[in-house]
């Protein structure tokens, strides 16, 4: 199936972006929620930074909620203390220790075009709670009327939750509190109600029985979520056998709701392929495509902070034509246009 890369990749790179405090430096900026607004393509972009350490020092951001505003104060560590482990440089390891090196936030780019874009100065939602102390991250855009849902990863030393924001003017945000408990990832909610009710792809990270696959849920008011299903799991032998997890937020098509998800390998090469789904009932799938979408082949997709690694979290639809915006190695923002038509062929 013919997937064009955008001739403009990466359309955003951390260079494009300006850090949130002058002590900061950029690392990363991408997994970007994609919505349309007045006329502009909206990405909601993760923005990864850290504090700029010299010499010996190491500064850890550390979120602290305990005053009326939460602020990121400065923790300081020395690469001579030999009780630590800074071989990533992501993360300090000790004992009974475990810190990030980064914090992330979301930041919003925007483009006429939806291939040259420029990127807001400041955040646009930045961690203010103790569930997102370690950042947040990977979001997804869902408009439903005039509203838009956010539905994002919040990060913290207890796991990993799913928090959900809502805006109407991408300029003031309303916090509507977590919406699955620890561990779930990869949320996305179905751009219309079905059956009366919301839907949203979850998924759920099993630690007994059972691997990351994906599951359906379902909300009467899009906080209580419950009804769960699951939907697909992973394929032993196959290009996403390790993990799977939503994309971009569903497409409805004359034949059903077309997600493109992606899947890791148990090598961490992360993938993007296809499965349609049924439109009366999501937790059914019609389709399910045998080979990839989207495998990382570019440079940029192949070099960088992760390497190996095509993410998406959002696209845009215009007629049969899909754009495509991922995450490429963890580092820069991409894009990549396909047609709905010829995804549709490839499931069957």
């Known amino acids: 199936m013919p997937v064009r890369r955008f001739p403009e990749n990466p359309v955003v790179t951390p260079a494009m972006v300006r850090p949130s405090r002058p002590d900061f430096e950029v690392l990363c900026a991408f997994n970007t929620a994609v919505t349309t607004y007045r006329g502009e393509t909206i990405l909601l972009m993760r923005v990864a930074e850290r504090p700029i350490s010299t010499g010996n020092t190491v500064k850890i951001p550390v979120l602290d909620t305990d005053g009326p505003v939460a602020q990121v104060k400065l923790m300081e560590l020395s690469r001579l203390d030999t009780s630590l482990d800074f071989s990533d440089s992501r993360l300090v390891r000790g004992k009974d220790l475990f810190l990030l090196t980064s ?3 979301l930041r919003i780019a925007r483009s006429k075009d939806g291939r040259h874009f420029t990127v807001d100065d400041k955040p646009a939602i930045f961690p ?21 849902y956010i539905a994002y990863k919040s990060v913290c030393s ?7 924001a ?25 751009p219309e109600k079905i059956g009366g009710r919301y839907a949203a792809l979850t998924r759920p ?62 090598k961490d090469v992360y993938c993007l392929g296809t499965v349609l789904l049924d439109l009366e009932n999501p937790h059914k799938i019609i389709a399910r495509a045998k080979k990839p979408l989207l495998v990382p082949e570019a440079p940029y997709e192949t070099t960088g902070f992760f390497p190996n690694v ?39």
């Open 205 to 266: 990270v099993p630690k007994m029985i059972g691997s990351p696959n994906m599951w359906v849920a379902y909300s009467p008011d899009m906080k209580n979520w419950g009804d769960h299903h699951f939907l697909m799991g992973v394929r032993k032998g196959e290009w996403d056998n390790g993990r799977i997890g939503g994309g971009a937020i569903p497409i409805k098509t004359e034949r059903g709701w077309l997600q493109i998800y992606h899947g890791a390998t148990e």
């Open 103 to 105: 914090i992330s936030h």
């Open 166 to 190: 809502t805006t109407k003017d991408f300029v003031t945000y309303a916090y509507h509190g977590i919406i699955f408990c620890p561990e779930n990832l990869d949320v996305c909610i179905f």
């Open 158 to 164: 207890d796991g990993i939750s799913v928090s959900l």
């Open 310 to 348: 095509v993410f998406t979290c959002g696209a845009t639809v215009e007629g049969d034509r899909v754009n495509i915006y991922y995450g490429a190695a963890d580092c820069v923002t991409a894009a990549a246009e396909v047609s709905i038509k010829e995804m549709l062929n490839d499931l069957h």
């Open 128 to 148: 203010s709670r103790a569930s997102e102390a370690w950042g947040i991250e990977d979001p997804r855009i869902t408009q439903i009327g005039d509203t838009y």
